[in-house]
């Protein structure tokens, strides 16, 4: 089968740093993406692994470990608008979404 | 550079009518999908076209379930007939090329069956 498993909810205030892991369990894998959605909204990407190590994009930095299917998503600094479901995703040939993460931050 | 449009954004149908959703994907990209996002829940893929050609259709229900990309561009997805648990979001994206790195979503269609 395949799986990715997210925590479903994460609380910060603002000007903190927050980690979202991903663990992943899929037939075949390419890279890891993390993808941003608000609340009645689109999912819009926000970044992509094929190697490991960091990715770094502003505030937002994405970590992958293809030995141990292992990612995380960091976001530093974090505003009232980063409030949203954060999404891993699996590139196996096919783009496969893990459950999301809920991440509410307070002021 | 206009993104993902996809429309209806919302329809509400009785159970056993038909139903269809639209989708124009962002000029030049190759790769649409169709996924299904159920509340809380991350999007499901119900297939993948590259071109016209359907690569992936493995998850889409056939019974019901119809979709086309006739000239590799516009697609369009049917349900026929819609039932109570088909109540979801409706979400097309694409991509450029054949690669999964970076797909781009449209507003959805959500869809309400009474």
């Known amino acids: 089968g395949q799986s990715l498993e997210q925590p479903s909810e994460v609380t910060a205030v603002e000007g903190a740093i927050v980690q979202i892991n991903c663990t992943y369990q899929t037939s075949g894998f390419y890279g890891l993406s993390w993808y941003q959605q608000h609340d009645g909204g689109a999912p819009t990407f926000l970044s992509y692994n094929g190697l490991d190590g960091l990715e770094e994009t502003g505030r937002f930095s994405s970590f992958l470990s293809r030995s141990d299917s292992y990612g995380y998503l960091l976001l530093q600094e974090l505003q009232m608008k980063d409030s949203a479901s954060y999404f891993c995703a699996v590139d196996a040939d096919k783009l496969i979404f893990g459950t999301g993460t809920r991440l509410q931050v307070f002021p | 550079e206009a993104g993902v449009v996809q429309s209806p954004r919302y329809k509400i149908i009785e159970k056993k009518q038909p139903v269809a959703f639209w989708c124009n994907p962002i000029?030049?990209?190759?790769?649409l999908y169709w996924y299904l996002q159920n509340l809380g829940q991350g999007p499901e893929l119900l297939i993948r076209?590259?071109?016209?050609?359907?690569?992936?259709d493995s998850q889409l229900p056939k019974d019901r379930f119809s979709a086309e990309r006739l000239k590799g561009v516009d697609s369009t997805l049917k349900i026929q007939p819609a039932e109570l648990g088909d109540s979801a979001v409706y979400l097309c994206?694409?991509?450029?090329?054949?690669?999964?790195?970076?797909?781009?979503f449209g507003q959805g269609t959500r869809l309400t069956v009474v």
């Open positions: 994206a694409s991509s450029l090329g054949d690669s999964n790195t970076e797909a781009f």
């Open positions: 000029s030049g990209h190759n790769t």
């Open positions: 076209y590259e071109n016209e050609e359907a690569v992936d």
